[in-house]
């Protein structure tokens, strides 16, 4: 600080000083305080005017440079038109679109979503969507996504989950981004969940590539990683099903059962649920695994279809530590 500098702040200081010391009745006005400021300043000005003035000549052209800037950027031409990023394959509970002010619209039945969209899920709900380029993308209750590309979206709070399927040969893969940093998936099935505080990536299938603002690290099936802040990333091992992984279930594909067969439907139940299946004896697999299933679509989860099914096939089963193990009815 130069001594004109110095000063001048002591003069501030000073007045400061003076209003507080005076009784406060009357109390003086706004600008009664600017005016006497004005004039405790005057003289000062008059010494460091010219550097003042340089200082705000240098302030003015730097200032209408980022005012160009800004110009220029948003002339560069009308926005992009918005593309369609995914249709629903299934809805659960209040399901919302962001629109301007942040006002939440609810959308009675939402059928297809667009770049540049932003959805929210409430209480209890959930949503299911057909990815454009290949996949199963599903928002947990509670959640609020972006959707900004084709192969890009922002997890803003809450939690999501992906099926990468089968994407057809050349499509990109689809990154999410959060405020911890992106993650994107190498062919797989996982969850996303962030909060302020942090961002954790569980994996059931294959592996996710977590690019953090400090760190960057993969995840592999049967692992879970998370990103606090500027920590090193915890990395804990978990199960691929679960409590954890319930609500994805609920707001899954509905499953086309034409020309499919009873193993096609053990698939689908497994992939849908983390868990695995097999039969007490060989010779009972052989004999129904090939059976084929009556014609239609199966819109109930994966667990219900199951117990469903196996009825009709005069099936028990019981599932324990992750395994559906399937045996001939007992005659009652």
Known sequence: MTTSDSKLHESDAALERLLEEASPRPAPSADSIARARLAVHDEWQQIVGGRVRRRRVGWFAAAATVVLAV????????????????????????????????????LSEPAEFETGQTVVTGQEAGLGLAWQTGGSLRLDENSELRFVAVDRVELVSGRVY?????????????????????????????????TPERLTVSVRDG????????????ADAGQALTLRGDAQPERLDIRGYGPYWEWVETVGPVMDMNGRTLEALLDWVCRETGLEFEFEDAGLRDDVIGEDLSPGDISDTPRIALAQFMLTYDLDYEIHDGVIRIRQRESR
């Open 207 to 218: 592996s996710v590539e977590i690019d953090g603002h400090r760190y960057r690290a993969v």
């Open 71 to 106: 110009a220029v950027v948003m002339n560069l031409g009308p926005a992009p038109e918005p593309v369609l990023v995914a249709t629903v394959d299934r809805s659960a509970g209040a399901i919302y679109l962001l629109g301007e002010g942040s006002i939440l619209n609810e």
């Open 162 to 194: 992906f099926d990468s399927q089968d994407p057809p040969a050349g499509t990109s893969r689809l990154t999410i981004e959060t405020a911890h940093g992106d993650v994107t998936h190498v062919g797989t099935q996982f969850i996303t969940e962030t």
